[in-house]
């Protein structure tokens, strides 16, 4: 059955097709299975200009029920899209709410999955088509503070929609498959298919379910279609699957439906090119003979000549330059500046060597000349291009590795060597990852040891690194040099404490066994220990940041490469159910390597550690009783420690935001919880003392109690470095404390001072109000700096003029107090 409607102001567009697929999905249904007979109807029906459905019989029947036969409106789409159910719902929609939008919406789609399960694939696709409708306009952010459209349902639209499309694409896909690929709606409703799920990714771009459908719908339209546009279908399927793969490295499915597309390509592009050579076994012959020079931009800036043809292969894929795209791809080719414009406007010939580099396409590292020039190749292909200035602007260190052709116009000759994708990790190419081989066993978990040997590859393709280098000497003296040693142990990490940032992000996605690249734009610093000889390990690293110091930067490697070989994988220990557990040994080394953490400043590391292990007290406790409870009040005494130290300065900032401090007394109440376990049964503790000084200063600011505490630490442990610190860092704050309650009380009673002396009542009551204050002055203790600070000086020389003897007799004999008070703080006071 075939429908159409007029195009109404207010009518929603689903998509290009959307309903009519409907129709095409049914029509396509009869005609594989059983065709209509000639009497059967064709029901068409229309909306008038109020919205009301108008209905008109047609094929072969005279009668006609609204309108002329044969009649057809100057609004009505020519070619019969069905858009009477958008008109019934668009009518509907008029009185609910954005909320009951979303209500019919789930409604719609929950009838669209059980439809699909009963197999009624014409009636999901209906129901998938209503729930878009009820909700689609939902998703869009012009929405009003005052209006009930709220943020919470554009995001309940946003998954319902991206669900629903998604599941659509799941119908059309399954239905278009049942068809005979000779069919004639097949294309369309796979078509169909592909866009159902671009409308599900423009919502979710990591919508894994879309990209795989995708995928699937793109693949299976290579069918019947000619070699370049199966070849450009395939390159999309194959980004979709790569980007699934980036999102679900398990994803079996994904992993076959890749090998197939990659297979169909290989298979395509040998046919190309074996068709190419039977076309034109004289090509590059005839490309020197007959060359001719290409404007590739159009306006001059960009201008190639063909030197020698490549494989003709349709290689490019546009989606990889999308900002939202999770595929990267990177191309390798040599380069040689032939000229450049000289003052006087004539060419310079140039004598630099070819250069051989590879790039992120479109991630900015590279002359925009450059970049567009290769991506007009195909691999193999050599060309010459003479480019534009402002096409070569590029400031990096990757285009600086280039001859620079000054500001003017310069002619290359580039030769497109290699390409390949790889997964972008970090926004514009900042981490990109390429796994060969994933591995087998389980992946390594944190804290495992991992066993990996490593090479690192500048962007020329050189290796400039091997964890495999020794050191030796070379002959006749000829200085240090750096040889791989194949029979070399490999150096171990531990994943999350000391394992090198490259090969942390590669022990993601590989197990034992497994092959990894990643490459970065800046490449930390080369690890300098570990390996089972740590010296050689530390020379090696050193000598390879010298050799290469010229040609990647003294301070950073740029744009390298680490390529990386999972030998063996120790997953960490589990506890006393692990087969490895030995008891107090297994805690001492765990403690251990937590203090060896805190000492390099990886608190954060220690504390992931020692957590680990007090988890483990429950099944300790279980199996050994108390055998281990001076170890495990080490261990916990030291994780309080941790998070006291690290809630601390965050309590006494004023500038912190609300999460931060809630963080912050969460891990406080923490470390109380752990230290009242400790001062129950360890009060004797070291570590006990120290905690608790240390709640008490972080949270009361409670120096005296903290001081208390620590002077009892100090008498367990006299010669304890973190003891000796923390206490003087506390008498340093109780010091503080008590200038300022010093200063605060001398301003107090020189205040005073001022009004008695002005006091008008009389000079007995006046000197009785300054005596007063004085014998308050001469029984508080004044550092020096306040006695300067607060300028009390000048007032009891006051005192001294202009008040009784008594009063003055005090006054000397305070200021004589402060003088020598003073030479004793400050000894070159007299001088």
Same mark, same amino acid.
């Given at each position: ?660 401090? *809630?963080? $912050?007394?969460?891990? =406080?109440? &923490? !470390?109380?919880? +752990?230290?009242? /376990?400790?001062? @129950?049964?360890?009060?004797? #503790? ?17 120096? *005296?109690? $903290?001081?208390?505490? =620590?002077? &009892? !630490?100090?008498? +367990?442990?006299? /010669?304890?470095? @973190?003891?000796?610190?923390? #206490? ?32 008008? /009542? ?70």
């Amino acid at each position: 059955r075939r429908s159409s409607a007029r195009r109404g102001a207010g009518a929603h567009r689903l998509l290009g097709g959307g309903l009519r697929l409907l129709a095409r999905m049914a029509a396509a249904g009869q005609a594989a299975d059983s065709p209509p007979g000639e009497d059967e109807e064709v029901v068409i029906e229309e909306l008038d200009a109020n919205g009301e459905t108008a209905r008109t019989t047609v094929a072969g029947e005279p009668g006609v029920e609204a309108g002329e036969e044969g009649k057809e409106d100057d609004d009505q789409p020519s070619d019969g899209e069905p858009d009477t159910a958008v008109a019934r719902v668009e009518k509907e929609k008029r009185n609910m709410t954005a909320a009951q939008k979303i209500e019919r919406a789930g409604e719609w789609k929950t009838v669209g999955n059980e439809c699909f399960k009963q197999g009624e694939l014409f009636k999901a696709a209906d129901a998938y088509y209503h729930a878009i409708m009820y909700c689609r306009e939902l998703t869009s952010k012009i929405y009003t503070p005052t209006s009930e459209h709220k943020e919470e349902h554009r995001q309940a639209a946003i998954e319902l929609c991206e669900s629903a499309f998604s599941n659509l694409a799941l119908v059309q896909f399954k239905h278009a498959s049942n068809l005979p690929v000779d069919h004639a709606e097949r294309q369309k409703i796979l078509e169909e298919a592909a866009k159902s799920c671009s409308e599900a990714l423009k919502l979710n771009a990591k919508n894994v379910k879309a990209l795989f459908r995708r995928a699937q719908a793109r693949f299976r339209l290579t069918d019947g279609e000619k070699n370049e546009e199966a070849q450009k279908l395939l390159g999309e399927a194959k980004a979709d699957l790569m980007a699934v793969i980036a999102e679900d490295a398990q994803n079996r499915d994904a992993r076959a439906e890749l090998k197939s597309v990659q297979e169909r390509l290989k298979t395509l592009r040998r046919e190309a090119l074996a068709n190419e050579k039977k076309n034109f076994a004289f090509g590059s012959t005839l490309s020197a003979l007959m060359a001719k020079e290409q404007d590739l931009l159009g306006d001059g800036s960009l201008r190639k000549v063909l030197t020698a043809a490549g494989d003709g292969g349709n290689w490019m894929n546009d989606d990889w330059l999308a900002k939202s795209s999770s595929v990267r791809c990177v191309v390798r080719a040599t380069f040689a500046m032939l000229s450049s414009g000289g003052a006087d406007g004539t060419d310079v010939k140039c004598s630099s060597k070819p250069v051989t580099l590879s790039f992120v396409l479109g991630s900015g590292d590279m002359h925009e000349g450059i970049d567009l020039a290769v991506r007009s190749m195909s691999l193999g292909e050599v060309a010459q291009f003479t480019i534009a200035p402002q096409r070569m602007a590029a400031k990096g260190s990757l285009a600086g590795r280039l001859p620079d052709p000054k500001e003017q116009t310069s002619v290359w000759t580039v030769t497109f060597l290699k390409f390949a994708t790889w997964t972008e990790l970090e926004p514009d190419g900042r981490v990109l990852q390429k796994i060969g081989q994933e591995g087998y066993g389980r992946f390594a978990e944190p804290l495992s040891q991992v066993f990996m040997h490593w090479r690192v590859f500048g962007p020329d393709g050189e290796m400039v690194h091997s964890s495999r280098y020794t050191v030796t000497i070379g002959e006749n003296g000829e200085g240090m040099k750096q040889v791989e040693n194949e029979d070399k142990a490999p150096p171990s990490y531990i994943i999350g404490e000391d394992s090198w940032e490259p090969l942390t992000i590669l022990c993601k996605s590989l197990r034992q066994g497994g092959i990894g690249e990643v490459r970065m734009k800046v490449l930390p610093k080369l690890p300098v220990e570990g390996g089972s000889d740590g010296k050689s390990e530390d020379a090696a690293a050193k000598l390879s940041m010298m050799m290469n110091r010229q040609t990647l930067g003294s301070q950073e490697w740029e744009h390298c490469t680490v390529r990386a070989e999972v030998l063996k994988v120790v997953q960490p220990l589990v506890g006393p159910s692990d087969s490895r557990w030995e008891g107090s040994s297994s805690l001492l080394q765990e403690g251990l390597r937590a203090e060896q953490l805190q000492e390099m400043g990886r608190e954060d590391a220690a504390l992931v550690r020692l957590r680990r292990v007090l988890s483990w007290i429950p099944q300790i406790q279980e199996q050994d009783g108390t055998a281990f409870s001076r170890e495990l009040a080490s261990i916990k005494a030291s994780a309080g420690w941790i998070l006291a130290c690290r809630a601390a300065p965050v309590l006494d900032s004023g500038n912190v935001s609300s999460a931060e401090l *809630a963080a $912050a007394q969460r891990e =406080l109440q &923490e !470390a109380k919880e +752990l230290w009242a /376990s400790l001062d @129950r049964e360890h009060p004797d #503790l070291v570590g006990t003392q120290l905690l608790g000084a240390k709640i008490l200063v972080a949270e009361d600011d409670d120096f *005296a109690g $903290a001081h208390s505490k =620590l002077l &009892e !630490a100090q008498r +367990l442990a006299p /010669s304890d470095k @973190r003891v000796q610190e923390e #206490l003087k860092s506390v008498k340093a704050q109780l010091k503080r404390l008590e200038l300022e309650a010093a200063r605060a009380k001398v301003v107090e009673i020189r205040d005073g001072l001022k009004r008695a002396r002005v006091d008008t /009542s009389g000079a007995a009551t006046r000197d009785g109000a300054v005596f007063a204050l004085l014998r308050e002055l001469d029984q508080t203790r004044i550092p020096w700096e306040t006695v300067m600070e607060t300028r009390i000086g000048v007032e009891l020389k006051g005192c001294q003029e202009g008040c009784g003897d008594e009063v003055r007799q005090l006054s000397n004999q305070i200021l004589g107090r402060l003088m020598d008070e003073s030479k004793e703080q400050r000894p070159m006071w007299d001088t």
